[in-house]
């Protein structure tokens, strides 16, 4: 259709017209040459070879020769080089599932559709500004002409175009279902897709009538080692790093990256960018994926393909798993997350295969980055399933098992319980004899008391958890950690009315966490420092430590930290004057809370919370209020905090509200931002240099933007920014 298209708004640049050739019903090269003669309507003729009749029939022709399918005939590509060296006028466009290697080819990849975001409103018009969800509903109207995106079913047009990777004839055949099964209950089908995506047009290729048959069609092209690799990458759910490939096909006789090049040739794998350039990243499209899954199932290969997948990303994340305790490894928790949906295929299978060593020891590994990351109940789940399976486990692991079990219980609201398995935890590290793991369950320990308001006991663990932690000299986790009980006991002292003290405390453990190069343990620190300088009336200083922090834990996206930054700056708004900016972050804070489902934030902080948020409401409007809170608990937190960045000191006016297109696209002040950047030609990791965010923040930013100003390049955006004034 692209082609077609192509095609035709370019004919009259080719005095000599356009020829079409199919080349789908040709499964041998050596017919490519005739096929397209008879397309030209030349005439055979004994006495000349068909590729020379060809060459002389287009020499001196200015003439477009587009030819379609031709990755089942690519070895008829030294023909078409031949063809375009005697015919200077000829133009050739070739559609193809590879590519043909050529001299002078340009290749022109076609992604999928766009989909709407995850993190927008599942609102109509929302989602109606994503091209594959315009496809669902064209191809849904053309069956049923009453159908119409509403608020009812936008929610699940948008799962179901996210879900079929915005690629267009999975929508197509999607859409085919819809006078049978509504959106939802659509949407609620494709876990499993090869088989309902059927249905395609009667007077469609058969390869174009099922999502089975398209994936097939390219399958075929491949060698059987190809084959191989393309069904044992189908269990990494989310993408694969080159290094974790190997790992799954030690058996077989094929150099992987030339596999991958070769997958990727067919369309089926994707490069992607990723936070670590170092790192590449390789992934297959949800509905591809199942297809190789399939094959695989089929092939026998399944059991010892999933062993050897868990068994890598179980050493993987053995070897991170003190990444956020780690100086200077920030870095690592990114990479972390890349696997998440390989973790958690890992541990599914571990779990049917009864593998109680591997679940434990996969979740313990993976403890620190459910600290950080989340989901909390997730990682609780799998933690306790582990012990509860594995009560043989060797003390060390299960009292890291328990240590981390009961910080999670413990913020999520079950203080007694919490206090049972930290004493457990500090029994089984005391029989390991392990003293790093016992100083973290003193840490804990104190952490439970201080949320207790015993602070007398608060301080005394926390100490003790010091003193085990300098014990062990210059060990950088060590090291690490024991800034982190200096911040804990500053925090402790600054509830107990001690401000000096505090901040002594505070501004040692961040002297050292700066000279580590631990930023991550840096943010609470910085929190402690705010909270002082805020209680001081020193606002300026106290805004600037409360951004500072949420600098280091927005591209970690460490909710916990950013909890507390956020309402330290709503209080320092309120205390400015602009109590309806106060009300909107108190309300983000308010359902960053909620979403969280635990502590997000110390008695202390909650004390002060919750007095600046009556203070906020006394000195408002009823309706003012309700309506700056609910916009507060209803916005993006990229949203909530790009509204905590832009507050300044002295204080501002509230700008007036953005008008003409700004106002229709509702660009947030950090879209702004990136906008700007973006129109200066700035990459993705220039603009992440330039406004200390992460990568995957930035590239979440700019197909933000490219959706709400209805773009579908970058430039496009930046040239309809300009255009209105955006910039």
């Not at 000599?16 to 040459?33: E, H, R, S, T």
Request: aromatic share 6%; charged share 25%.
């Amino acid at each position: 259709r692209l082609a077609l298209r192509v095609a035709a708004e370019t004919a009259a640049d080719f005095k000599d017209g356009v020829c079409f050739v199919d080349l789908a019903p040709i499964a041998d090269p050596a017919q490519v040459g005739s096929a397209i003669g008879r397309a030209l309507g030349l005439r055979e003729e004994q006495r000349t070879a068909p590729n020379e009749r060809l060459a002389a029939s287009l020499r001196g022709r200015r003439l477009l020769l587009l030819l379609d399918t031709f990755e089942r005939v690519v070895d008829a590509a030294p023909l078409i080089a031949a063809l375009i060296a005697a015919c200077p006028e000829l133009r050739v466009l070739v559609t193809s599932r590879t590519r043909m290697r050529l001299a002078g080819e340009r290749e022109y990849p076609v992604p999928p559709l766009t989909t709407p975001s995850p993190d927008a409103p599942a609102i109509a018009a929302v989602v109606a500004t994503s091209d594959a969800a315009r496809l669902f509903v064209e191809r849904a109207q053309s069956l049923d002409p009453d159908f119409a995106l509403t608020g009812d079913n936008a929610g699940a047009v948008a799962e179901i175009c996210r879900q079929l990777d915005g690629l267009p004839l999975a929508i197509e055949l999607a859409a085919a279902r819809i006078k049978v099964l509504p959106p939802a209950a659509l949407a609620s089908r494709l876990e499993r897709r090869l088989p309902l995506l059927t249905g395609g047009g009667r007077d469609l290729p058969r390869r174009q009538q099922t999502m089975r048959d398209t994936v097939a069609w390219s399958y075929d092209l491949l060698t059987p080692d190809e084959r191989a690799l393309f069904q044992r990458l189908g269990v990494f759910v989310g993408g694969l790093t080159l290094d974790a490939a190997e790992s799954v096909v030690a058996d077989l006789r094929i150099s992987v990256l030339d596999g991958i090049a070769a997958l990727i040739d067919n369309s089926l794998l994707r490069k992607e960018d990723g936070p670590d350039a170092a790192f590449p990243r390789y992934r297959m499209l949800e509905t591809i994926r199942e297809y190789a899954v399939d094959r695989l199932d089929a092939s026998g290969a399944s059991e010892a393909t999933r062993r050897a997948h868990a068994a890598w990303h179980l050493a993987f994340a053995e070897r991170a798993q003190l990444a956020p305790l780690t100086p200077g490894q920030e870095r690592q928790l990114d990479r972390l997350e890349d696997e998440r949906g390989n973790f958690r295929a890992s541990l599914a299978w571990a779990s049917a295969r009864g593998e109680a060593d591997l679940i434990l020891r996969l979740a313990v590994a993976l403890r620190w980055f459910w600290y950080v990351h989340g989901p909390y109940d997730e990682a609780r789940g799998w933690l306790s399933l582990g012990l509860e399976r594995h009560p043989a486990a060797p003390a060390g692991l299960a009292g890291k098992a328990l240590g981390m079990l009961g910080l999670l219980t413990l913020y999520q609201g079950d203080l007694d319980r919490a206090s049972v398995l930290i004493e457990q935890s500090l029994s089984r590290c005391q029989d390991a004899g392990d003293a790093l793991e016992m100083g973290m369950a003193f840490l804990m320990s104190g952490r439970l008391a201080f949320h207790q308001q015993s602070f007398d006991a608060a301080t005394s663990r926390t100490r003790e958890a010091l003193r085990l932690f300098q014990q062990l000299g210059d060990a950088p986790v060590a090291m690490a950690l024991a800034t982190d009980a200096l911040s804990n006991l500053g925090c402790m002292v600054h509830a107990q009315g001690d401000t000096k003290q505090a901040r002594i405390f505070q501004e040692q453990a961040l002297a050292r966490q700066h000279r580590l190069g631990f930023a991550w343990g840096s943010t609470q620190s910085l929190l402690g420092l705010a909270d002082i300088a805020r209680v001081g009336n020193d606002f300026p200083q106290a805004a600037a430590r409360y951004r500072e922090s949420l600098t280091i834990s927005w591209p970690q996206q460490d909710r916990r930290r950013m909890a507390p930054a956020l309402a330290g700056l709503a209080l320092v708004v309120a205390a400015w004057g602009q109590p309806e900016r106060a009300a909107r972050l108190l309300g983000a804070v308010s359902a960053l809370v909620d979403e969280l489902g635990f502590f997000a934030l110390f008695p202390f902080d909650r004390t002060a919370y919750e007095a600046g948020l009556a203070a906020v409401r006394a000195v408002m409007s009823e309706p003012t209020f309700s309506q700056a809170w609910d916009a507060g608990r209803s916005m993006p937190l990229a949203d909530a905090v790009a509204d905590a960045f832009a507050i300044e000191s002295p204080p501002p006016l509230d700008p007036a509200p953005p008008s003409g297109l700004a106002a229709q696209c509702r660009l947030s002040p950090r879209e702004q931002q990136v906008l700007r950047l973006l129109a200066d030609g700035k990459s993705d990791r220039e603009i992440a240099a330039a406004l200390a965010i992460s990568y995957r923040t930035v590239t979440n930013h700019v197909a933000s933007i490219l959706a709400k100003l209805d773009a579908p390049t970058r430039t496009a955006a930046a040239t309809t920014a300009m255009r209105r004034g955006l910039i």
